[in-house]
C-alpha cells in the first residue's frame, strides 16, 4: 500500500537548520510531485513548496524565500525539506503530501505523511 | 497569490444534521479546489478534488460543488466521525493556498 514515512521530531536551537525526510512507497516515487505543508500550533495549514521527484525541479512560497531547499534522492524513495535560520514561530507540524495523479501537477493531496514536529527553543 | 476565505469559522450541528461549509477564492480558480477533513494531530485526508469529485472511500453524504470563485462542502447528515476541521485548498497554479478551516463541532 502507499505510504509515506516522515522522520522524528526534532528540537532546535534558533539560527540552526533542521532537515526532514519523507519516504515514500507503494508506489512510483518519480511520478508523483511531493509537496510540503506545515501546522503551527492551532489550526491553519501553510503550503511550503513543491519538488518534482523525477527531474528534482522544487518552487516554494516566497515566505521561505532563502530559507528552504527541497531534495530527493531517488535511489531510496526519500524526499527532503531542509529549513535553516530557525525562529520561535518555525516551530509545527510539517507534512510531506503526495499528489494524486501520476506526471501532473495541478491535483490534489491524496497521501500524507504522519507529520514531523519541530520545536525551535532556547 | 490566491487567497481564500472559509465561512463560518466553527459551526456547531447536532447528529444527523445536514452542514455547509463555504469557501470563496480572491480569484477565478475553475474547479481547481480540494476540501479535506482533519482531527487533531492526524494528516489531514482528501475529501473532494476538482470541487466535486469524491475521493475513493469517502462517504456518500459528502458533496462538493462550485466553479470559479465559490464553493460549498455539503455533509448531509452528521456523523459522529465527521466532527472534525475542514480546509479547501485551491491547486490552479504552482503556488498553493488553504482556507483558514471550518471547526464542526457537536451542539
Known amino acids: 500500500q502507499v505510504q509515506m514515512v516522515q522522520s522524528g521530531a526534532e528540537v532546535k536551537a534558533p539560527g540552526a537548520s533542521v532537515k526532514v525526510s519523507c519516504k515514500a512507497s507503494g508506489y512510483t516515487f518519480t511520478g508523483h510531485f511531493i509537496h510540503w505543508v506545515r501546522q503551527a500550533p492551532g489550526p491553519g495549514l501553510e503550503w511550503m513548496g513543491w519538488i518534482n521527484p523525477n527531474t528534482g525541479v522544487t518552487n516554494h512560497a516566497q515566505k521561505f524565500q532563502g530559507r528552504v531547499t527541497m531534495t530527493r534522492d531517488t535511489s531510496i524513495s526519500t524526499a527532503y525539506m531542509e529549513l535553516s535560520s530557525l525562529r520561535s514561530d518555525d516551530t509545527a507540524l510539517y507534512f510531506c503530501a503526495r499528489v494524486r495523479t501520476k506526471d501532473w501537477a495541478l491535483d490534489a493531496f491524496d497521501m500524507w505523511g504522519q507529520g514531523t514536529m519541530i520545536t525551535v527553543s532556547s | 497569490d490566491i487567497q481564500l476565505t472559509q465561512s463560518p469559522s466553527t459551526l456547531s450541528a447536532s447528529l444527523g444534521d445536514s452542514v455547509t461549509i463555504t469557501c470563496r477564492a480572491s480569484q477565478n480558480i475553475n474547479s481547481w479546489l480540494a476540501w479535506y477533513q482533519q482531527k487533531p494531530g492526524k494528516a489531514p485526508k482528501l475529501l473532494m478534488y476538482?470541487?466535486?469529485s469524491s475521493e475513493s472511500g469517502v462517504p456518500s453524504r459528502f458533496s462538493g460543488s462550485g466553479s470559479g470563485t465559490e464553493f460549498t462542502l455539503t455533509i448531509s447528515s452528521l456523523q459522529p466521525d465527521d466532527f472534525a476541521t475542514y480546509y479547501c485548498?485551491?491547486?490552479?497554479?504552482?503556488?498553493?493556498?488553504f482556507g483558514q478551516g471550518t471547526k464542526v463541532e457537536i451542539k
Open positions: 485548498q485551491q491547486y490552479s497554479s504552482a503556488s498553493r493556498t
Open positions: 476538482k470541487a466535486s
